[in-house]
């Protein structure tokens, strides 16, 4: 995504009447969603003794590490940094934007969820478009930080599910 692209995007969102607060609100909203999903799921799996609750452990944690880790070494700026905006989604941070470790989670979440329910996994996939448009619109990550996020936490998630098929028999 070219800088005028993104300028274009982050004008176009920022018009959108009260774009700070609806962002905002919808990014929270959305992560949430998402990590109440997982939390719930997480703990029934154990409670209902489901062969399937490793996975729905390993995978996301797994993410969550190695992107923390990644963006540490690599330490790229963020758009804000990098164009001189005002972000609409509250952050002030300074670099750690690649890859985006909310877009993993959300991914590795997704993907880890397959040996739960595909459906729940899918919706739980859009969720993560979702939050990856909120956070390039909202100018707190460039496209290749989501695109980045979704595809290391996407796979991760998704090796875990292969791994505990292949283990498994």
Do not use: C
């Not at 274009?8 to 700070?20: D, E, V």
């Not at 409670?47 to 790229?76: E, K, W, Y």
């Amino acid at each position: 995504m070219s800088e005028e692209h993104y300028r274009k995007l982050y004008a176009a969102a920022a018009r959108l009447p009260h774009a700070a607060a609806v962002f905002n609100v919808l990014d929270k909203a959305l992560v949430g969603l998402v990590a109440g999903i997982y939390v719930f799921i997480f703990f029934w799996s154990f409670v209902s003794q489901f062969p399937g609750a490793p996975v729905i452990v390993f995978g996301p944690m797994a993410a969550f590490f190695f992107v923390t880790i990644l963006r540490r070494a690599l330490n790229f700026r963020r758009p804000y940094e990098v164009f001189g905006t005002t972000p609409l989604l509250e952050k002030d941070t300074e670099r750690r934007s690649f890859p985006s470790r909310h877009v993993a989670s959300a991914f590795a979440i997704a993907a880890s969820l397959l040996v739960w329910d595909v459906r729940l996994a899918a919706l739980l996939a859009v969720f993560g478009v979702l939050i990856a448009f909120l956070r390039v619109a909202g100018g707190v990550h460039f496209l290749r930080d989501v695109i980045a996020g979704a595809l290391i936490g996407g796979g991760i998630g998704f090796a875990a599910v292969v791994l505990f098929a292949l283990f498994r028999g």
